[in-house]
């Protein structure tokens, strides 16, 4: 896996729309009219750019999969950010649907540790190349980082077909959260090196 830089952005986000189209989880974020697929763009810069801010955005060797990894902690309010949760949500969630957005992450973060994890946010690989080992080659620099850094891993997915791929790499369910789709609150814990 290298580490992706600012020019990379359009390659990733290109993936990760592509990837992330028909995915339950990101449709209930993304206002859905006739700008849906450039909205979905839209979360995906957003991602990347709070990403590239306060943890990594990694691309696969390759350059056809890719992830996008946060360390909560390190994630602070400043007027950038604030600019980039303007355009959020301006350009992709609309107005009317952000006390339903809070609510949700809301509810999502109460099953988060209160010591440092790491979160991955998105990990996606263009749909041609899917089913070809790359997301599992991420994922699996992912969790070496995340040892490295002697941190568990945490993720969600709404698609009930890729619990059975994290649990291969040492994920289990901790919580189960029904919005308009069941979303699945995922962890890897702390695997000591040695």
């Known amino acids: 896996m290298i580490k992706a830089s600012s020019s990379d952005k359009a390659l990733v986000i290109d993936i990760l729309a592509r990837a992330f189209d028909a995915n339950p989880s990101v449709n209930y974020i993304v206002r859905q009219d006739g700008r849906r697929e450039k909205r979905i763009r839209s ?111 945490y993720l969600e997915t709404s698609l009930a077909s890729n619990i059975g791929f994290y649990r291969r790499w040492g994920f289990e369910v901790y919580r189960e959260i029904l919005f308009d789709q069941p979303l699945y609150c995922m962890r890897r814990p702390i695997t000591l090196i040695g």
Request: net charge positive; with cysteine; glycine share 10%.
């Open 43 to 153: 979360l995906m810069d957003y991602s990347f750019e709070l990403c590239q801010a306060f943890g990594a955005v990694y691309l696969s060797a390759d350059r056809k999969g890719c992830a996008l990894v946060l360390l909560p902690e390190k994630k602070k309010t400043t007027i950038r950010t604030l600019m980039l949760d303007l355009r959020l949500v301006v350009g992709v969630t609309g107005l009317r649907r952000v006390g339903k957005i809070l609510a949700r992450e809301a509810k999502i973060k109460k099953g988060y540790p209160q010591l440092p994890f790491y979160y991955l946010w998105f990990l996606g690989v263009a749909p041609e190349q899917q089913g070809r080992g790359i997301g599992s080659m991420l994922l699996q620099d992912i969790i070496e980082e995340s040892r490295q850094l002697q941190r568990p891993v």
